[in-house]
């Protein structure tokens, strides 16, 4: 059973693009969602919390779909500082334990 | 953003030997968290640890691992006997419990010969 699937990517974009990533979890009961962002050999660093509202910052837009038990993450105007591996994480237990998707990775060309 | 801090930040080994990998986080966190991360693979959840207890710990963390907070401020995940398929990153992290974000630190790199 995978309990957090993401897009494989890689995703190659030039400078500019809008790009989409996509996220599915097990747990209809899952209480909390987040983006985190990890450069390569670095810690995962938080991105933004998902909220069922959907929230955005800046450039980053998160949408939660409860019914779907899917989650998405939208970059415009994608910058080359924006290339990392865009990692989909779900608290599904209640629990304070969070669990990671393998994440996509996104390389964004001049 | 809060600050963790890890050391040390690469740890060489022989199998079988004994590691220790510390922790600093910010003091007035309750909930510390150690993860895992195999070259290339998921970040995978190791334990977390609250009010000085283990709350809650996954497959992984077997009878090899320990974690303490030894004098109040450093938190340590210990390792008995390293194996080859311990060699990972470990990422220590604190939050503030349930379902509240967590804020990781920069890891130790763990390599065992």
């Known amino acids: 059973r995978k309990e957090v699937e993401q897009d494989p990517g890689p995703f190659n974009v030039p400078e500019g693009a809008t790009v989409a990533f996509n996220c599915t979890y097990s747990?209809?009961?899952?209480?909390?969602f987040f983006w985190y962002r990890q450069d390569c050999r670095k810690e995962p660093k938080l991105l933004m919390s998902v909220y069922s509202s959907g929230n955005e910052d800046g450039r980053f837009t998160a949408q939660l779909n409860r019914a779907s038990q899917y989650i998405s993450l939208l970059i415009r105007d994608s910058k080359l500082s924006d290339s990392a591996t865009y990692l989909c994480v779900v608290n599904l237990s209640g629990y304070s334990t969070l669990t990671f998707g393998k994440g996509t990775m996104l390389l964004v060309s001049p | 953003e809060p600050e963790v801090t890890q050391t040390p930040s690469h740890q060489v080994t022989q199998m079988g030997q004994e590691v220790i990998l510390r922790c600093v986080p910010i003091?007035?966190?309750?909930?510390f968290y150690w993860y895992r991360q195999i070259l290339g693979q998921k970040v995978e959840f190791l334990v977390s640890?609250?009010?000085?207890?283990?709350?809650?710990k996954s497959e992984i963390f077997d009878d090899q691992f320990s974690v303490e907070r030894p004098d109040g401020s450093n938190f340590t995940l210990k390792i008995r006997s390293t194996k080859l398929e311990d060699s990972a990153m470990y990422f220590c992290a604190h939050g503030a419990g349930g379902a509240d974000e967590q804020y990781f630190g920069p890891g130790t790199r763990l390599t065992v010969t």
């Open positions: 640890f609250y009010n000085n207890e283990i709350s809650e």
């Open positions: 003091s007035n966190h309750l909930y």
């Open positions: 747990n209809s009961a899952s209480q909390s």
